[in-house]
Nanobody, 118 residues
């Protein structure tokens, strides 16, 4: 059974940093585009950042210049480095894995809470 597991969330003060990790198992990681999404209370889930199998990245405007997505194919892991965090970044962050040739092979993690507060 495919597993996508996020880690690294927590409580951080405004201006601080966190690094989220997402480990995927039982998939051929190199065939999956990976993405980070977030969902704040009362809001829809939204894309934060994505990275293709070739390493091409895409960011939501609200995180450009602050967040960096990267992947380590040898470790089946994708990362989200979050700097200059703001209270409005508070949300549950989800990792997504989507097969490049079979989009129905679409897997989500359980989410990790990020809270930015003083």
């Amino acid at each position: 059974q495919v597993q996508v597991v996020e880690s690294g969330g927590g409580l951080v003060q405004p201006g601080g940093s966190l690094r989220l990790s997402c480990a995927a198992s039982r998939i051929i990681f190199g065939f999956y585009n990976m993405g980070w999404y977030r969902q704040a209370p009362g809001k829809q889930r939204e894309l934060v950042a994505a990275i293709t199998t070739f390493g091409r990245t895409n960011y939501a405007d609200f995180v450009k210049g602050r967040f960096t997505i990267s992947r380590d194919n040898a470790k089946n892991t994708v990362y989200l480095q979050m700097n200059s965090l703001k209270p409005e970044d508070t949300a549950v962050y989800y990792c997504n894995a989507r097969h490049i040739y079979a989009p129905d092979n679409d897997y989500w993690g359980q989410g990790t809470q990020v809270t930015v507060s003083s």
